[in-house]
């Protein structure tokens, strides 16, 4: 397992991160399976666990904190805030009353008296950055969090954040948490060049495309990723931006048995080889999912294997571009872009 500095922060993190999204009700995880995952991640070198208390609504948090039990110290544990915990109107978004309230239902679920990382699971249009980042400071003075990043965060909101806190002589955002894999490219164009402009941990999550590349979505074969199910649209091949993922799953499969690696090993190898991306998250649901991906660990692709990857799938090229989760909001509604 590859080790790597978090940004400018000096902490050492692996180069494979275990996020913790399929643990309790949405993948169906019980502790036991939990804590087996948990224990085999660490043996093989993972030192990052990566969780939010909007998976499971809080119960993922609960079982990753009855999980590291006892060996706390050696994990650089990250958990999120900002999304929907409930239908209150206020247990949400980025505001400090908010964020001080839930850092400590947080800091229960989990077990522990302060998180490594907490991030702000998305950009909050209704909250100031300077509220939000006067909340985190005082948190991280308080001891209750080490360090904090964002999560989904447009480019140029990544840069208006650090603004402000260099405006209001506030501690910033270290870290940045997008949505980055082979199909999925296009923060490429902008995203990676700003947190390398301002020296941001990237911790990429859905390496995988929700299992595209999983080895589980293949022509002529029967969809084997849970997450069919859960997001039928995304498997649609009726949809051209499905067939255009399909094709591209094909030729890069091709690639990978050419090269002797697994198209885990590929699509693994391909997100953790940008120089601006510290650590891929990946999101086991069992056992045996894990193990085929700790195997990619070590993958390091040659020049010509990454030349054949952006033949098939441009550089800075979204194939479907309308899953993207950090699209300003006047795109979604026309109120916010009409006077």
Not at 93 to 118: A, F, K, P
Not at 200 to 225: F, K, M, Q, Y
Not at 234 to 250: G, Y
Not at 278 to 306: C, E, F, M, Y
Request: hydrophobic letters at 40%; charged letters at 20%.
């Amino acid at each position: 397992m590859q080790n790597r500095t978090l940004g400018r922060t000096g902490v050492q993190v692996s180069s494979l991160v275990l996020g913790a999204m399929n643990f309790g009700q949405i993948g169906r995880t019980t502790q036991d399976e939990v804590t087996a995952i948990v224990d085999a991640a660490l043996e093989a070198g993972i030192n990052v666990i990566d969780t939010a208390d909007w998976y499971s609504l809080g119960e993922s948090e609960e079982l990753v904190g009855k999980a590291i039990a006892g060996r706390r110290d050696d994990i650089v544990l990250a958990t999120k805030a900002n999304q929907p915990m409930g239908d209150e109107r206020n247990h949400q978004g980025s505001s400090r009353r908010w964020l001080v309230t839930e850092l400590d239902n947080s800091l229960r679920r989990l077990g522990v008296d302060h998180v490594d990382l907490y991030q702000i699971h998305r950009w909050d249009p209704r909250t100031s950055d300077e509220e939000t980042l006067s909340a985190l400071t005082d948190l991280q003075r308080a001891g209750k969090i080490r360090y904090f990043g964002s999560s989904t965060f447009p480019a140029y909101r990544i840069v208006q954040a650090q603004w402000a806190a260099r405006d209001n002589h506030l501690s910033r955002y270290v870290t940045e948490q997008p949505s980055y894999s082979i199909l999925q490219r296009g923060i490429e164009t902008h995203v990676l060049p700003v947190t390398e402009e301002y020296g941001l941990g990237v911790l990429a999550w859905s390496p995988l495309a929700s299992g595209w590349l999983s080895g589980a979505v293949r022509a002529g074969r029967e969809i084997a990723t849970s997450r069919s199910t859960v997001l039928p649209e995304r498997f649609d091949l009726s949809v051209p931006s499905n067939r255009a993922r399909l094709d591209a799953v094909e030729q890069l499969a091709k690639v990978a048995d050419e090269a002797g690696l697994t198209l885990i090993q590929l699509a693994l190898g391909f997100v953790t080889a940008h120089p601006a991306v510290t650590s891929a998250i990946i999101g086991p649901r069992t056992l045996d999912h894990l193990h085929s991906q700790v195997a990619a660990a070590d993958t390091v692709l040659s020049a010509d294997i990454l030349d054949a990857i952006d033949a098939i799938v441009a550089p800075g090229t979204d194939l479907a571009a309308h899953e993207k989760f950090d699209t300003p909001p006047a795109l979604l509604d026309p109120a916010l872009r009409r006077r």
